[in-house]
């Protein structure tokens, strides 16, 4: 998908037998060269690695596999306070604030997509009915290798 600056390859790997390791190459088209990948994996039965919201990527150098979520705040409500954890973000707002419908500002990792129950979320312009619990995710962008 050289039109959205990424491309993704979605791979089935079979073996013969438990614990084998799986070696990856990459044919480089434009230089008509086969490069060797440095990262192996271990093949498991009935395993599965990756998924929409984590793929599992053999660049190198290697990408980080973590993601995080630096700030989070709703557009144009005073904050009283934040905190973020590993996992858990809360931020209190004054009492008197209509939680429904805020639009959600964001910052995150570098190569961070950041989604709301499974919705692709645009800085500036994601509005969320506030008065429950927003689940969030914050994933990894899919790169080139």
Do not use: W
């Not at 961070?112 to 994933?139: E, F, M, R, W």
Request: net charge neutral; proline share 2%; charged share 15%.
């Amino acid at each position: 998908m050289a039109s959205a600056n990424k491309y993704i390859s979605y791979l089935s790997v079979y073996a013969n037998k438990d614990n084998e390791t799986i070696r990856f190459k990459i044919y480089e088209s434009a230089t008509q060269t086969v490069v060797d990948v440095a990262r192996n994996k271990v093949f498991s039965m009935d395993g599965n690695i990756g998924g929409i919201f984590q793929f599992y990527s053999i660049a190198s150098p290697k990408l980080s596999e973590s993601t995080l979520i630096n700030s989070f705040n709703f557009s144009g409500v005073t904050v009283l306070s934040t905190s973020i954890s590993s996992n858990k973000t809360h931020i209190t707002l004054p009492e008197t604030t209509d939680v429904i419908f805020l639009t959600t500002v964001f910052n995150a990792s570098i190569n961070a997509t950041v989604y709301v129950d499974d919705a692709l979320q645009i800085l500036g312009s994601n509005l969320h009915d506030s008065t429950n619990p927003i689940a969030i995710k914050c994933c990894l962008k899919m790169k080139s290798v």
